[in-house]
């Protein structure tokens, strides 16, 4: 590890005036300077920052600190009553010694698992702009089947911010001097195109501060996540799904998926796709359809794309009680 400085803040405003790395939990940004990885030249400790807490908004959502731990999170009771895919997400992500630690504002942030990127021997167009993406042509298992680019084929490793999206999160910021904005999906994260090194739109010492969840929407919430193992390890392919069904046809209908893309994965088109329809096989092979139109593989992870068709239809039979 390269040496490098360290500022503690205990206040919102003085964080982003600071040139640094923001650094909470430092479960992601630990390994990734133990590795070189990363090389910060100064870390910047924002866990004295009050954004540990979890308030009920104006419009009857929730509004999440940016250090709320994803184990307080999952715990929470509101949490667990009016917002079940995240709970489930978080429960599905890490060990539990990690969700004790790692933040909600850096779970949004953590960057990719690819072996290339973690590999300083490896090209890689994240890590060294220019240099090549090792996994295109190389084992690419985990990788990216939607959202790719020649440049890039990496895939976003949260749990949590896959429910988030399908909830319809927005992310709350503050700049360095001071302003504030409100960011959805779309706005904080960026597809690899052909500046796979830039992931969010955030700018410089932009600090998340919170994360606002719109009132609770009701529905079957399930959050059901594909794996080469039972526990402690990323997504092949993830879906999160809350879903109204009246009088036989679904009503509502939220989808994000994991493990397919560059970030949290949404497609309206799928959802425009099961409102009003009556739940069946076909219809959910439909929605599939719409999802995977433009899915690519590049070989060794092919098979995401039938695992992405088989696991969106379960999830909707589970959700709407049709049959798979």
Known sequence: MKPFEYSRVSEVAEAGQLAGRFIAGGTNLLDLMKLEVEAPDRLVDITRLPLKDIEETEDGGLRIGALVTNADLAADPRIRRDY?????????????????????????????????????????????????????????????????????????????????????????????????????????????????????????????????????????HVYRKVRDRASYAFALVSVAAVITVENGTISAARLAFGGLAHMPWRDEAVEAALIGQAPSKDLFAKAADILLKDARGQGGNDFKIPLARRTLSAVLAEATKGDA
Do not use: W
């Not at 240099?131 to 295109?136: D, K, Q, V």
């Not at 790719?148 to 399908?166: F, L, W």
């Open 84 to 220: 079940a895919v995240l709970s489930r997400a978080l429960l599905a992500g890490a060990s539990g010694q990690l969700r004790n630690k790692a933040s909600t504002g850096g779970n949004l942030l953590q960057r990719t698992r690819c072996y290339y990127f973690y590999d300083t021997t490896a090209p890689c167009n994240k890590r060294e702009p220019g240099s090549g993406c090792g996994a295109i042509g190389g084992f690419n298992r985990i990788h990216a089947i939607l959202g790719a680019s020649e440049k890039c084929i990496a895939t976003h490793p949260s749990d949590m911010a896959v429910a988030m999206r399908a909830l319809g999160a927005m992310v709350e910021t503050v700049l360095p001097d001071g302003s504030t904005r409100e960011l959805d999906f779309d706005g904080l994260y960026r597809l690899p195109g052909d500046t796979p090194e830039i992931e969010t739109n955030l700018e410089p010492g932009e600090l998340i501060t919170a994360v606002r969840l719109p009132r609770p929407a009701g529905g079957v």
